[in-house]
Nanobody
Framework: QVQLVESGGGLVQAGDSLTLSCAVS????????MGWFRQAPGTEREFVAS????????GYADSVKGRFTISRDNDENTVNLQMNNLEPDDTAVYYC????????????WGQGTQVTVSS
């Protein structure tokens, strides 16, 4: 099993920056890909960013490209999401997720952390 705990959410103003962190524990050697997703009220959960175990490959949703940066520290077992120039549309609950098999669904999910961006 893998446990994921997010932190760093909060209330900020448009244009501000915020960094989310995901602490990963358990059978971390099974993890291939880590990702961040978000879900705003009344919407489906959507992909935000992902990073492979080596950190060599990252992916971003078009809506956050150039503003968000995902990184991982395998020694500290953390995955961070640096969010710059935040917009009200970024308001959502942000979830950290882990994928053990390439191409398959994410297997493990955190409880989420709320990010609210005021205009």
């Amino acid at each position: 099993q893998v446990q994921l705990v997010e932190s760093g959410g909060g209330l900020v103003q448009a244009g501000d920056s915020l960094t989310l962190s995901c602490a990963v524990s358990g059978r971390t050697y099974n993890i291939y890909m880590m990702g961040w997703f978000r879900q705003a009220p009344g919407t489906e959960r959507e992909f935000v960013a992902s990073i492979t175990r080596s950190g060599g490959t990252t992916g971003y949703a078009d809506s956050v490209k150039g503003r968000f940066t995902i990184s991982r520290d395998n020694d500290e077992n953390t995955v961070n999401l640096q969010m710059n120039n935040l917009e009200p549309d970024d308001t959502a609950v942000y979830y950290c997720a882990a994928q053990s098999i390439p191409g398959r669904n994410y297997d493990y999910w955190g409880q989420g952390t709320q990010v609210t961006v005021s205009s």
